[in-house]
């Protein structure tokens, strides 16, 4: 690799770690100025990003799956190695939502319900996720990662579709809301995780990659 191509590589870098920030610093500025709620007070602003933290979570293990489906469909082995990273930022962002539920607990439930059932599903999934992670510095099985990648991303929906809602509410409060605001903040700290996710995979795939990102 000459240096110009270093260098470029380098820029680019730093241009997704500059991107990576200033979408998470949207996403925690957007939640620090939403507004109150009445019975929750400022607690609700930590609710409004985890509910979008839920989503973005969600909708990772749903790319891994899609890539895993991919690689079992064509063979093709880009797809696994782009799970790769897709699976890091996932783990990552799973742990983080798991940390963002026990705050929201503390805050909304005055305590922290380790049985609390939506909360043992995440924290299952989030060790489920580990363990696939964990098999794949044992063997070099693609496929095997793959499937299970895909029964990963098939099962949690099911399992979410399931769980009953003992603590949480039935609904969804932000959608029902009849604040504007309320839906169009939680809105944005939604799209800039989303964006925080999508450049934290371009950058695990830049930073793990031997050359350039196929």
């Not at 110009?4 to 590589?9: G, H, I, K, P």
Request: glycine share 6%; with cysteine.
């Amino acid at each position: 690799m000459t240096n110009t191509a270093v260098a470029n590589r380098r820029g680019a870098t730093l241009v997704l770690g500059i991107g990576l920030c200033v979408c998470v610093a949207c996403a925690v500025l957007l939640a620090w100025l939403a507004p109150a709620e009445r019975q929750l007070g400022d607690a609700a602003k930590l609710i409004y990003f985890h509910a979008a933290l839920v989503f973005v979570s969600m909708a990772l293990v749903s790319v891994v799956g899609l890539l895993g489906l991919l690689h079992l469909a064509t063979g093709r082995r880009v797809f696994f190695e782009w799970s790769q990273p897709a699976k890091a930022v996932t783990l990552i962002f799973w742990f983080v939502y798991i940390t963002s539920s026990v705050l929201a607990m503390k805050l909304a439930w005055g305590g922290i319900i380790w049985t609390e059932p939506r909360f043992l599903l995440a924290a299952s999934i989030l060790v489920t996720l580990v363990a696939i992670a964990l098999l794949e510095t044992v063997f070099e099985q693609p496929k095997i990662i793959s499937f299970l990648n895909v029964v990963m991303g098939v099962v949690v929906w099911i399992l979410v579709a399931r769980v009953p809602a003992v603590m949480h509410p039935t609904t969804n409060p932000i959608s029902n809301s009849s604040s504007s605001l309320i839906k169009y903040d939680t809105l944005g700290i939604f799209i800039s995780l989303a964006a925080a996710a999508i450049i934290s995979v371009l950058l695990v795939r830049r930073l793990t990659s031997k050359g350039e990102p196929k």
